[in-house]
């Protein structure tokens, strides 16, 4: 028979030597180099692996030690080597118990009896691939988790029937004020002042008819201490634990609407000063204006002296030039517009 | 003799006496009627006897009380036996004004201040009411 040739790092935890030469011999069989550490005890065994984290490819466990046994070894165990399998050796056949640790997170539950160097061998080889696939999926559960849990905008899932939120991340809790536990035990009718509820309804309503990710619109959501915020707020579908859910995406306008506010102030403001460019200014000025162009066709001008004419004909030109200025000012301010 | 009678309504003297000036230019025996206000105009407009039937007036805009826009919507919503014919004549050179201006049918022209004799040259030999 050809034998494995990578390297296992295996820890043998039973406190029975004979059994212990028994699986290393087992061992030897199919593995070329088995590197055994052996343990006599639960305190023993969590000697070894303190001293050597992350270190075992497998376990291969006893169920009674001398110092502990049955479900609290192997509960303790499994919290020394979350990502190590296990594997249970034991002598006496207990079906119950045997599906029992399979819950607890045990790899495999074989009896001393029936073992065989092949047996043995699968099995370490399928325990040790299967946690990798557990592994990697309870680190991808992670990293969802973490999308959720570290976004930076707050986020919230809540049921579509009854409105309560079933779950909210760290920056709704730091942006709203509510703890966690808060957060769950209100409704999405609790973050809105009263006025805002009509619209809140509206909008669930239209939101029936919509599918996937939308923009439900700008609404006011009220914080824990009372102050109101200006929100954008996307949602899109989801199954959630089972219930039909919505989750939805918290965007923070309240600086952004202030600001647009101020500048639509300040453009009224330009715009009164334009009308008042436009009539006021203008007004007495084209009454100069009018008054000189009077001077200029009446008869009696050609009696003026050349004197008299150039001093006109320099405050005609003054005129002119004030009105050029007004009306760039005028033109410069319709310009002003924001589409 | 004319058969319209030409009137101004300005809140300043000054104005009213500049555009006078300017239309008599071409009218030489004849005296426009002038108004310091919209409503002293629209009262004698809808009933006094002395004016003519056809009414050719120069509308000053920004007035107190009663502007010029004011005028022009009650004589939208108020019909007159006399046919009025407006120009509007003010010192405003806001392009939002004259888009204003256009949507009523008696409005015929509009003019910024100083009314050139040019300008009223133009009016008068373009404008198919003055005959």
Known sequence: MIKDRKEYQILIVDDNKGDRVLIEAYLEDTIILPKISEAESFFHAKKIIENNPNFFDVVLLDLSLPDLSGEGLIRSIAELLPETPIIILTGYPDVDFSRKSLKLGIADYQLKDELNPLALYKSIIYAIERKKVTNQLISSEKRYKDLFQLSPMPIWVYEKVTLKFLAVNKSAVETYGFNEGEFLSMKITDIRPVEELPALYQAIQNDLSKKGINLSGVFKHQKRNGEVMDVEVYANDIDFNGKSAKIVLINDITFKSKYIQAIETQNKKLKEIAWIQSHIVRAPLSRMMGLIELINVEEESNNLSDDLKQLIQFIRESAIELDEIVRDITIRTEQIKID | ?131
């Open chain 2, 1 to 131: 003799m004319t058969n319209f009678d030409i009137v101004i309504i300005d809140d300043k003297e000054i104005d009213l006496m500049l555009i006078s000036r300017v239309v008599m230019k071409f009218f030489h025996d004849y005296k426009p009627i002038e108004y310091l206000s919209g409503t002293k105009a629209i009262n004698d407009i809808y009933n006094s006897p002395h004016l003519k039937q056809k009414l050719i007036v120069f509308l000053d805009i920004n007035m107190p009380e009663f502007s010029g826009w004011d005028f022009l919507e009650f004589l939208l919503k108020t019909p007159t036996k006399r046919v009025v014919h407006v120009c509007i004549v003010t010192s405003s050179v806001n392009l939002s004004d004259k888009k204003l201006a256009e949507k009523y049918p008696f409005v015929f022209d509009f003019l910024e201040k100083p009314v050139s004799i040019e300008d009223m040259r133009q009016i008068i030999e373009n404008q198919a009411i003055f005959n």
